[in-house]
């Protein structure tokens, strides 16, 4: 019983920058884990980035630590996910996503999923 809906993906350059916001609606009480999932072609779905509603505190994949920031507003109930120094290889559909708490989005999964959005970097 919670909505996620995603916005801001698109085309960009190697080295450019994007940002994907993600609004949470319904019952988001029950869950204070917030994150960003990708997929790409031929490649299993992977975390990118979480973040928990309750203390702020954050996850990053490897591959994207130090270049994607992941953030939250907690008055407007949404997650955000900059995006710089973007990489071909960041090519992927993304996915906003909710859990119970960061444990289980970083070991589990999520419980709720958004409906996704590609993002497309060229070289």
């Known amino acids: 019983q919670v909505q996620l809906v995603e916005s801001g993906g698109g085309l960009a350059q190697a080295g450019g920058s994007l940002r994907l916001s993600c609004a949470a609606s319904?019952?988001?009480?029950?869950?204070?884990?917030m994150g960003w999932f990708r997929q790409a072609p031929g490649k299993e779905r992977e975390l990118v980035a979480a973040?928990?509603?309750?203390?702020?505190?954050?996850y990053y994949a490897v591959s994207v630590k130090g270049r994607f920031t992941i953030s939250r507003d907690n008055a407007k109930n949404t997650v955000s996910l900059q995006m710089n120094s973007l990489k071909p290889e960041d090519t992927a559909v993304y996915y906003c996503?909710?859990?119970?708490?960061?444990?289980?989005?970083?070991?589990?999964?999520?419980?709720?999923w958004g409906q996704g959005t590609q993002v497309t970097v060229s070289s």
């Open positions: 996503a909710a859990a119970p708490d960061a444990l289980t989005i970083t070991t589990m999964g999520a419980r709720y």
């Open positions: 319904g019952r988001t009480f029950s869950s204070d884990a």
């Open positions: 973040i928990s509603w309750s203390n702020g505190v954050t």
